[in-house]
């Protein structure tokens, strides 16, 4: 059972910076991407960024040059380095995580709104409140 368990989340002022940690148990596949997602009240859920085994990248339009995801495979533990933080980056964030070799390549081609429906991993997420 594939377990994903998120923390680092808080409170902090614009422009501040934030380290999300997501720490996977029980996953024993060698193919794997993982994401970031966050949902916001009223809004739908979005991509942030993913990354798969290889260390192959890609990020929303909205977080590029100000997000930065890693991985630390000795540790089964995903990051997101969340800098130049602004209010509208408020929401709740979640990892999640997939098996499927596929699912990067796939990202590419889809609006971050609907990255979502290639996972199958979820984590309970963490809160990131910025304020103005």
């Known amino acids: 059972q594939v377990q994903l368990v998120e923390s680092g989340g808080g409170s902090v002022q614009a422009g501040g910076s934030l380290r999300l940690s997501c720490a996977a148990f029980?996953?024993?596949?060698?193919?794997?991407?993982m994401g970031w997602f966050r949902q916001a009240p009223g809004k739908d859920r979005e991509g942030v960024a993913a990354i798969d085994w290889d260390g192959r990248t890609s990020y929303a339009d909205s977080v590029k040059g100000r997000f930065t995801i890693s991985q630390d495979n000795g540790n089964n533990t995903l990051y997101l380095q969340m800098n130049s933080l602004k209010p509208e980056d408020t929401a709740m964030y979640y990892c999640a995580a997939d098996y499927r070799s596929d699912r990067l390549r796939a990202i590419a081609s889809m609006t971050p709104r609907i990255w979502g429906t290639l996972f199958a991993y979820w984590g309970q997420g963490t809160q990131v409140t910025v304020s103005s």
């Open positions: 029980g996953y024993t596949y060698s193919t794997y991407c």
